[in-house]
């Protein structure tokens, strides 16, 4: 790919590093939270909190689509899954995350379910196509960045007069998330986060634009910087932020310039209004039940609609008590905070779904921050 190494390169970054420190106030704390996944692996993967002086902490955020779909969301899939006529397919990522009683779907494929993993949605509607006997259900989870190509294999669908496809949607909306992230003066102030500014989302935003953010950004005063994934976007972003603070102005400014405009990608907002329709509320692992935050298939595309077609009746179910995935969605928790972190909880057995998807907070400092945070202790013993 082009264009790569010189947004990796390291004698840049340092010199943005110093640029964040000789510019970050010493006297006054920076928490930038990085709403998205991308940006909580790429800030693990290239050790971006290290070149960070001590005043500037970043937060991560609920920008990871397997993370925030609650359990009983899986409990349903896996329902769907076990009916003799079904064929679910998803994205690998899913198989892993555990749903109640330590089920998984990846378990039910074990215990005979007819689960199959797919790397593009337009896979499934092939599959429906080739095997006209079985009932193929994709089951659709993501942020703005997935529900286009979701819209489009439906239309294809329809095209193709396929009876047999439906859709079991979780398309959830990033506006929504952060809106909650920042609403939180009815809580108790244990409960509250400090966030400074946000890393908007790099994908999501090719889609929305960053006129989205803005209403945010006034109400809540708070800056959005939207981000590409690479570490120097991530740096430069976090300097702006420091830059909006110092100057005491709250701005929804655009880094990832080369991908992402005002507007965002007008075509796909078309489509995805067409296929979708607002949920009046809709259950976020870790954030709870959030109005106007997800989306279902319209009354025009009801057909293709799983839930209508097997009547699936939305049962609550309880996280792991142990988990803490909630307060790290939130902000509130780090992932070694969780006592299950790195004990009973690993990539390989997954308590949570932030363990699971590499965009998982907890995955991603499983993979590169808990040597870190040895050689901290190391030094502070
Ligand atoms: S370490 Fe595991 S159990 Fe703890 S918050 Fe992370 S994913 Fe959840």
Known sequence: MKYIDEYRDGTLARAMAEAIAGEAIAERQYRFMEFCGGHTHAISRYGLEDLLPGNVEMVHGPGCPVCVLPVGRIDDAIRLAMRPEVTLCTYADLMRVPASAGASLLK??????????????????????????????????????????????????????????????????????????????????????????????????TVIGTEPYRALCAQFAKPVVVAGFEPLDVLQAILMLVRQMNAGVCLVENQYIRA??????????????????????????????????????????????????????????????????????????????????????????????????????????????????????????
């Open 108 to 205: 039910a494929k074990a215990a005979g379910a007819d689960i199959r993993m797919i790397t593009s949605s337009i896979d499934a509607v092939l599959m429906a196509e080739a095997e006209p006997a079985r009932e193929v259900v994709f089951l659709a989870i993501g942020f703005e960045t997935t529900t286009p190509s979701t819209a489009l294999s439906i239309d294809l669908a329809r095209d193709r007069q396929l009876s047999n496809f439906s859709v079991f949607c979780n398309h959830v909306l990033t506006p929504s998330a952060i809106r909650a992230i920042l609403d939180t003066d009815h809580l108790p102030p244990a409960e509250q986060v400090r966030i400074d500014g946000f890393i908007g989302p790099a994908h999501v935003s």
């Open 260 to 381: 992402v405009t005002a507007q965002g990608n007008r075509i796909a907002q078309r489509k995805m209004a067409e296929v979708f329709a607002l949920r009046d509320t809709f259950e976020w692992r870790g954030l709870g039940q959030l109005p106007h935050s997800a989306l279902r298939l319209s009354e025009a595309y009801a057909d293709f609609d799983a839930e209508r077609r097997f009547d699936v009746v939305p049962v609550a179910a309880a996280d792991n008590p142990a988990c803490e995935c909630g307060d790290v969605l939130r902000g509130l928790k780090k992932p070694a905070d969780c006592k299950l972190f790195g004990t009973t909880c690993s990539p390989e057995a997954p308590m949570g779904s932030c363990m699971v998807s590499p965009e998982g907070a907890c995955a991603a400092h499983w993979t590169y921050g808990r040597f870190r945070d040895r050689q901290a202790t190391r030094v502070a013993a």
